[in-house]
């Protein structure tokens, strides 16, 4: 594995339009991290249909989400005072993240609904930043934008995995992800991912802009298919076209 030079952990956030496969290439990246012993990894589950725990054989206890709702509801009912809620986050986000070996995982849940509190939110977003920093990797399945995990989750990433499928639509989405995040966040190295390719014949014909960042394409992979399909974990598979693709592009993005 590379030897990291950033103060912190590396983070890596993967971000596309919806359906490109962003959750499996999740996966398969911390799948590729975990080959190292010594390295600990978290992955963040931004998404609210919170598809990575399965795709990494986790299962969700508490999400983000629902902490803060907890805290909101008990505020507003007056059930305690808000400085002792709020002291208690720190307690309930431990209790909150899923511990597998070298991995563990985080889900954020929904999106915040009406009426939170900025200051609940901007401590769950500390508190966050400080559980990052007792890994050496931190893997986000994003959203459709990276604004939300700016917003929701982290204030830096160290790489951004922006991926697509074959379609223009995809790219465009791809594309203004990586425009929004070199404003909306420290954003290091960027790279564009391109899912579910038939072969070279079908990224010939794709027109991806001459700015982005294009790190390969990932086949679609029978085994990795049924997988998705039974709900089983990507992290138990055998070596196949897919990871080996996936490792490819990381390799040319400088994370391993």
């Avoid at 709702?69 to 209790?95: C, H, N, P, V």
């Avoid at 511990?99 to 609940?120: D, H, N, Q, S």
């Avoid at 425009?179 to 391109?194: D, F, S, T, Y």
């Amino acid at each position: 594995m590379r030897e990291d030079k950033h103060a912190g952990p590396v983070i890596m956030a993967v971000c596309g339009k919806g359906g490109v496969g962003k959750t499996s290439i999740s996966a398969a990246i911390v799948r590729l991290l975990l080959q190292d012993p010594q390295k600990r990894v978290l992955a963040i589950d931004a998404d609210p249909a919170v598809g990575l725990s399965s795709a990494l054989g986790v299962t969700v206890g508490r999400t983000v989400d629902d902490i803060r709702r907890s805290i909101i509801d008990k505020a507003s009912g007056g059930a305690a005072g808000r400085r002792e809620l709020l002291s208690s986050l720190d307690y309930q986000m431990l209790e909150a993240v899923t511990e597998k070996g070298a991995l563990a995982f985080l889900a954020i849940g929904r999106p915040e609904g009406e009426g939170c509190y900025c200051k609940v939110n901007d401590l769950l977003r500390e508190i966050i930043a400080s559980l990052t920093l007792g890994f050496d990797f931190v893997v986000v399945d994003g959203e459709a934008g990276v604004e939300q995990i700016n917003r929701r989750v982290l204030e830096r990433v160290t790489y951004l995995v922006q991926v697509s499928d074959a379609s223009a639509r995809g790219i465009r989405v791809a594309e203004t992800i990586g425009e929004v995040a070199r404003q909306a966040v420290g954003c290091g190295a960027a790279g564009l991912v391109v899912n579910r390719i038939r072969g070279e014949g079908e990224m010939r014909r794709m027109n991806i802009p001459e700015g982005m960042n294009c790190l390969g394409w990932v086949p679609e992979d029978e085994a990795v298919r049924d997988a998705d399909i039974r709900g089983e974990s990507l992290l138990g598979l055998g070596d196949c076209a897919f990871f080996e693709a996936v490792a490819r592009c990381m390799k040319k993005l400088g994370v391993v």
